[in-house]
């Protein structure tokens, strides 16, 4: 078996969808979106009545998103080929275990403080090919800041650290993370344009780019968000049901270090799933989906990288979600 761990690299960033990215992007639409108008201590909902927040409060049969979760997504065996050179493929089965959630720790007439976070595990099981298993473990903390500018805008600072190390190769922590400033204008009730810019440091190196999207709820039955980076539409037939479709990215980035020699790993897809939810008990959901993981990418070290790519393959998730 190759070791990868002892390819000498620099620090880089790729700058592509991962499970990392995407559990910020999803407390990002948590804090907009003011789900936590609805959290489940009395004393917090009645601070949020009481202030000058502006939320969406259309009747509506659809859940709103998670302020908790537990979830494993599941990508069975695959094969990856080699871009360039004469190098063998490589099988590998993926698994992803995340559990996070967010909360409003102080709020007033226009302000409002949250922190939250997101711990992931990733567990990459290589079945044929020259490389090594992997574990990698990311703890991202996250903590915002809302105001109510104005009647129909709603500011929003954010920053989350992001802390990862690749467990079986034993090297230490890598730090990463994001911030920036979002905010979300109010056309009406059932719909809002969410704008803003997003930083990115990523072992070392860093990128900015915008954050755009359009929530809209034409009806009871219905919510549609276009939002950057997962599209999502969800249909509840009645209260203790829903089904969606949405696009989101997956896997993730991380450095392999021992001595002085080190490696940056990116592994992801863009995740195409359906899925159905079913109210257990009050506010919280199980929710299943399945689907097809595309553009699924391996790669190992900088512009001369490594690069491992698969077809189209099958991914599944199974969540049990708190949804005020």
Known sequence: MLDISFIKTNDMAFMKPSFGRQS????????????????????????????????????????????????DTYYPNAGFEPKRGNLPNVTIAQNTFSAGAVYPVDVRKREMVLVGGDLTMDFVGVK???????????????????????RDDLVG?????????????????????????VAMHYFSDTLQFLYGGVYHNNFGQHAAYPYLGVNWIPNSKWSVALVFPWPTIVYA????????????????????????YEITEYLGSWNLQAGIGYRLYSHFWLVASGGMAGL???????????????????????ALQFRP
């Open 24 to 71: 910020v992007f999803l407390l990002l639409n948590l804090f907009l979106a003011g789900t936590v108008a609805h959290g489940g201590m009395q004393e917090v909902l009645e601070a949020v009545r009481e202030s000058e927040f502006r939320f969406a409060r259309s009747v509506s049969d659809v859940p709103f998103l998670p302020l908790g979760w537990v979830q």
């Open 237 to 260: 037939p009645d209260k203790n049901w829903i089904l969606q479709l949405g696009l989101a990215p997956g896997g993730g980035s991380w450095v392999r270090r021992r001595d002085s």
């Open 128 to 150: 044929t090919g020259p490389f090594r298993d992997q574990r990698v473990l990311r703890l991202t903390p996250v903590a915002a800041w809302l105001k109510q500018a104005s």
């Open 296 to 318: 699924r990418g391996w790669e190992l070290g900088d512009s001369d990288a490594l690069r491992y790519e698969s077809k189209p393959s099958a991914v599944f998730a199974l």
């Open 157 to 181: 600072v954010f920053v989350a650290p992001m802390i990862s190390k690749e467990l079986k190769s034993g090297g230490p922590w890598g730090f990463s993370g994001y911030g920036g400033i």
